[in-house]
C-alpha cells in the first residue's frame, strides 16, 4: 500500500509533468472507481458523463497532497480528488516517450506496458498520457464541478495534523496523547492525531524511540515522546527524500528507485537480530497488522 512518502513523491513527480497541461480527452473503463467511496460502490453511467466531460478542456493548476489524498486542481475552480487505497498507481508519459512518471503501488506490467489490463481511467494530455492503473480496484477518482462543492465533502475533517506541517509540535502531540488510552502503535496508525504512519512507519518510529507498540498511548512520559516527535519528523523526511519504502519497480522521475526500504531496521525483519542490541526481533500483532519491534530495546 502507498504510504505517505510514496504519494508526496508522485505528487512531485506529476507536478513537474502535468501542471499547466491541458486535458484533451477522458476515457473512464471502470464506473465504479469514479462513482463513489468506500467498499461497495454502485456503477453509476451518470457519473461517468460528468466525469469525463466535466474534466475535458480543463488544464491543470495545481497538485496538492492531504494525508494519502491528492487533491488535483484545475484553472477553472474543478477539482478531482484521488486515493490510490491499496493498489493505485499513476503513470504519466510524455507523447514522445521524453518522460515518465510512475508512482503509488508498484504494479510490475506497468513497467514495460502502458496502457494494460490494469489501466481504468486513462487522460489524454496536450503533451502525453496520464493513466489510472489498479490491480484491486479499491481505490477512487471523485470529480466536483467547483471548490465549494468540494469543500462541502468535508473529505478531511477526521484526519490529524501533516507531520511536516508547522503546526505538528511535540506540545500537540503531548497533548494529543494523553487522552488516548489505545495501544501507542494503534494509536498512530489511526491517523487521528497525525496522518502519514502506516504500517512501515508507525514501526520505524516506535523502534527508533525505543518505545513498545503496544503500551498505552497515555503512559508515554514526555521525554518518550519527545523521541517520538523527533523520530516521526526525521523519518517521514528522510523516507519524502529518497523516495518512499515501495520495493524494487518504484521509480521517480529520474528513474531512481523508492529505496527508503533499504533502510528499514525492523519492519518485515522479524526472524532478524535488533541492529541496535543484536537481541532477536519480536513479532506481535496489533489491530491486524504485523508488528516488528526489540522488548529488549524498546520499553
Ligand atoms: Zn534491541
Known sequence: MPELPEV????????????????MGVKVLKPKLVSGKGTIRIADTKKVKEFENGLTNEIFSKIERRAKNLIFRFKSGKVLLVHLKMSGQFVYKH?????????????????????????????????????YNDTRMFGYLLYYDSEK?????????????????????????????????????????NQEIVTGLGNIYADETLFESK??????????KKEEIKLLYNAIIRIIRRAIKVGGSSVATYKLLD?????????????????????????????????????????????
Request: proline share 4%; aromatic share 6%; with cysteine.
Open 8 to 23: 508526496e513523491n508522485l505528487r512531485l513527480g506529476l507536478e513537474r509533468s502535468i501542471v499547466l497541461q491541458k486535458i
Open 95 to 131: 507523447k514522445n516517450n521524453e518522460e515518465k512518471v510512475i508512482g503509488g503501488h508498484p504494479i510490475e506490467i506497468s513497467e514495460k506496458e502502458i496502457p494494460n489490463k490494469h489501466t481504468h481511467v486513462t487522460f489524454k494530455l496536450n503533451n502525453g498520457s496520464l493513466y
Open 149 to 189: 462543492t468540494f469543500d462541502t465533502g468535508r473529505h478531511f475533517e477526521f484526519l490529524g495534523l501533516e507531520p511536516l506541517s508547522k503546526k505538528f509540535t511535540l506540545k500537540y502531540l503531548v497533548e494529543s496523547l494523553k487522552k488516548k488510552n489505545g495501544k501507542i502503535k494503534a494509536v498512530l496508525m
Open 211 to 220: 518505545i513498545n507498540p503496544t503500551r498505552p498511548a497515555s503512559s508515554l
Open 255 to 299: 528513474e531512481s528507485t523508492g529505496n527508503y526500504a533499504r533502510e528499514h531496521k525492523v519492519y518485515g525483519k522479524s526472524k532478524e537480530k535488533c541492529p541496535r542490541c543484536d537481541e532477536a526481533l519480536q513479532k506481535t500483532v496489533i489491530q491486524t497488522r504485523t508488528t516488528v519491534f526489540c522488548s529488549n530495546c524498546q520499553k
